[in-house]
Nanobody, 124 residues
């Protein structure tokens, strides 16, 4: 089992930046990939970014590419998401997730462990 707890959400003006963090605990050594997803009211959960534990390979959604960076520490205990040039459409609950098998994936089904989420609100 892997436990995840997000932090760092809040209210920010459009054009601003925010850094989200996710603390992982439990069997973190078994983590294969970690990711961020988000879910806006009335919409399905969507992929934001993912990173492979073994080689730091990264994958980004087109909607955030160039404005977003995902980081993790070598111990696989901290996952971060830097969001820049934020837009009102970035408003959502942001979730971190972890998988213990497979490679980089944008599918929610690939990730078995999830945090409770942190709210990000971008005002125009």
């Amino acid at each position: 089992q892997v436990q995840l707890v997000e932090s760092g959400g809040g209210l920010v003006q459009a054009g601003g930046s925010l850094r989200l963090s996710c603390a992982l605990s439990g069997r973190t050594f078994s983590t294969a990939a970690m990711a961020w997803f988000r879910q806006a009211p009335g919409k399905e959960r969507e992929f934001v970014a993912a990173i492979l534990a073994r080689d730091f390979s990264r994958l980004y959604a087109d909607s955030v590419k160039g404005r977003c960076a995902i980081y993790k520490d070598s111990a696989r205990t901290i996952l971060s998401l830097q969001l820049n040039r934020l837009k009102p459409e970035d408003t959502a609950i942001y979730y971190c997730a972890a998988s213990t098998s497979g490679g980089l994936s944008a599918s929610t089904q690939n990730y078995a462990f999830w945090g409770q989420g942190t709210q990000v609100t971008v005002s125009s």
